[in-house]
């Protein structure tokens, strides 16, 4: 059974503070893994990391994926109250329907 | 805990057709569950929300006649997309929240099931 895990469930930080975020997987059949970001409606796609692209950078938010160690970080420098959010983890595997395994995210609340 | 099943994983039909998928919570009670279709580049678009034992709330530009969904019990809802074309293939996945229409509180993401509609 596809499994991925966050840590840490909850996180709390002052505005300016680095955090990072972790996931976990184990899965048949890795083929990406994803990042988004819940805020309300539907969750904002972050980032895809595959094989050939095991590091993603976009502004403040990075995200690396070790292979090795069937995990992921997602770093967030300089925090700002806007990134306030649940941080959510998806795998995708290649099996059968292709279907993407969630994490159960991290609560990440920033504090002025 | 906190486990969310859907079924089928991947159904495959034909043009005008209705196809049922199914979202169950299998160890607590959902009071609030949501339907999502994955768009190219990964993005996900909240289709509607269901609270149990009242009508969905459908997103604009979702076709409430076409998507039909049913939150008959606290663990299980249904969509059903009905007449289907070829244009609604794609991933549909549901989540599903212990608190009413919530969307900044946890949600349990099931493991979506792929529709292709020949």
């Known amino acids: 059974e596809d499994k991925v895990v966050q840590s840490p469930l909850s996180l709390v930080v002052h505005e300016g503070d680095t955090v990072t975020l972790n996931c976990s997987y184990e899965v048949t059949n890795f083929r990406s893994l994803l990042w988004y970001k819940q805020e309300k409606k539907a969750p904002t796609f972050l980032f895809m990391l595959t094989s050939s692209g095991i590091e993603k950078k976009s502004g403040r938010l990075s995200s690396i994926l070790d292979k090795k160690e069937l995990s992921s970080i997602l770093n967030i420098t300089a925090t700002q109250t806007g990134d306030s959010a649940i941080y959510l983890c998806?795998?995708?595997?290649?099996?059968?329907?292709?279907?993407?395994?969630f994490g159960k995210g991290t609560h990440l609340i920033i504090q002025p | 805990g906190a486990v969310v099943s859907q079924h089928p994983s991947r159904v495959i039909c034909k043009s005008g057709t209705s196809v049922k998928i199914e979202c169950r919570s299998l160890d607590f009670q959902a009071t609030t569950m949501f339907w999502y279709r994955q768009f190219p580049k990964q993005s996900l678009m909240l289709m509607a929300t269901s609270n149990e034992g009242s009508k969905a709330t459908y997103e604009q530009g979702v076709e409430k006649d076409k998507f039909l969904i049913n939150h008959a019990s606290l663990t299980l809802s249904t969509l059903t997309v009905t007449s289907a074309h070829p244009e609604d293939s794609s991933f549909y996945i549901c989540?599903?929240?212990?608190?009413?229409?919530?969307?900044?509180?946890?949600?349990?993401f099931g493991p979506g099931t792929r529709l292709t509609v020949l």
């Open positions: 998806a795998v995708g595997s290649g099996g059968g329907a292709d279907g993407l395994t």
């Open positions: 989540s599903a929240s212990r608190l009413p229409q919530s969307y900044t509180d946890t949600q349990y």
